[in-house]
């Protein structure tokens, strides 16, 4: 049973513009989250997927964020017109159903915006 | 409001030592679950362990060992005859039962010497 993966790694970027994440959760894994964690930080939600459906989104998660998960499968993140606020690693996480589950960790994407 | 606090930003031990990382949570649910994880250099977060808040007992892994109070709303880790491999930093984390995100703390750099 292989892991979340996570693709790219790191990505650079200039500013403005758009960027795309792709996460793969475990499969059978009906829960898929992204998290954001800057330098010193601890990750900070962005939003959640249960199965096809976004059921939360994070007041972090401004216009320029899109995230996808068309098939209830793997999961998409976009950023548009990056701003070099946005540097950060990404992350995304997957679990069975809820809250009580936990969750398991992709190793990220890196973002750095010059 | 949900809040996880880790005071301690850093700590040093030379191999062998014991080390106690504290954590401190706030939240108003009755039914909500304790993680903690641990983020080594490559990145990824690994998890070490959940509790819910009906399970006070405390546990042990190996040299690993996880004190649970509610009285002082606490969840601190402690890593027995520490070795260079526990070198991360480690997050604790509160998720509540009506909500789906992990609210993590600051966490704390442990680096271990030899």
């Known amino acids: 049973d292989t892991g979340v993966s996570q693709d790219p790694r790191h990505k650079i970027t200039k500013r403005g513009q758009n960027v795309t994440f792709r996460c793969d959760p475990i499969s059978e894994h009906n829960r898929l989250y992204w998290y954001r964690q800057t330098l010193g930080q601890g990750p900070e939600f962005l939003t959640y997927f249960q199965n096809e459906a976004q059921l939360e989104k994070s007041r972090l998660l401004s216009d320029r964020f899109s995230a996808e998960r068309p098939k209830g499968s793997f999961s998409t993140l976009e950023i548009q017109r990056t701003e070099q606020g946005d540097s950060a690693m990404y992350l995304c996480?997957?679990?069975?159903?809820?809250?009580?589950?936990?969750?398991?960790f992709g190793a990220g994407t890196r973002l750095s915006v010059l | 409001a949900q809040k996880v606090t880790q005071a301690q930003t850093e700590i040093s031990v030379v191999e062998k030592e014991d080390v106690t990382l504290d954590c401190v949570y706030e939240t108003r649910d009755t039914t909500y679950y304790l993680f903690w994880y641990k983020q080594p250099p490559s990145g990824e977060l690994v998890f070490l362990i959940r509790r819910n808040s009906f399970d006070e007992q405390n546990e042990i892994s190996g040299r690993y060992s996880w004190n649970f109070q509610k009285s002082t709303s606490s969840f601190n880790f402690t890593i027995t005859a520490s070795q260079v491999v526990d070198s991360a930093v480690y997050f604790c984390a509160l998720s509540e039962d009506n909500t789906d995100k992990l609210i993590f703390g600051t966490g704390t750099r442990l680096q271990v010497f030899p």
């Open positions: 996480a997957s679990s069975l159903f809820d809250s009580a589950d936990i969750q398991y």
